[in-house]
């Protein structure tokens, strides 16, 4: 029987990362997230361009839900949310695509 997951505040959580969860035995330890650090490693995922960048992140989700780690390293934060507005470097970088 597949265990119920939850997604984030604005993601649904995708097959391929629900999979890996279970696999590894990490339920409990990504049920035990909020549910935006939940969204920011479903974000973080998503936001991959090739599959191979897509598989290493998920590899290193696990890994970073292995070691208690919250949220994923070295990422600005969804910028999909609706409850607050993007930072000025969100923005700038990620929406608007300009380089500073």
Same mark, same amino acid.
């Given at each position: 029987m597949k265990p119920e997951m =939850? #997604? #984030?505040?604005?993601h649904e959580l995708p097959g /391929?990362?629900?999979k890996a969860l279970v696999e590894k035995e990490l339920v409990s330890s990504w049920e035990?997230? =909020? @549910?935006?650090?939940?969204? %920011?490693?479903i974000c973080w995922i998503e /936001? @991959? *361009? $090739? $599959?191979?960048t897509r598989i290493k992140r998920i590899v290193? @989700? &696990? %890994? !970073?839900l292995l070691e208690g780690k919250k949220r994923p390293c070295c990422w600005v934060g969804?910028?999909?949310? &609706? !409850?607050? $507005?993007?930072? *000025?470097w969100q923005q700038q970088v990620l929406? !608007?695509? *300009?380089k500073k």
């Open positions: =939850s #997604g #984030g505040l604005v /391929d990362l629900a035990a997230l =909020s @549910a935006i650090g939940r969204n %920011e490693f /936001d @991959a *361009k $090739q $599959q191979k290193r @989700a &696990t %890994e !970073d969804c910028i999909h949310r &609706t !409850d607050k $507005q993007p930072g *000025k929406i !608007d695509k *300009k």
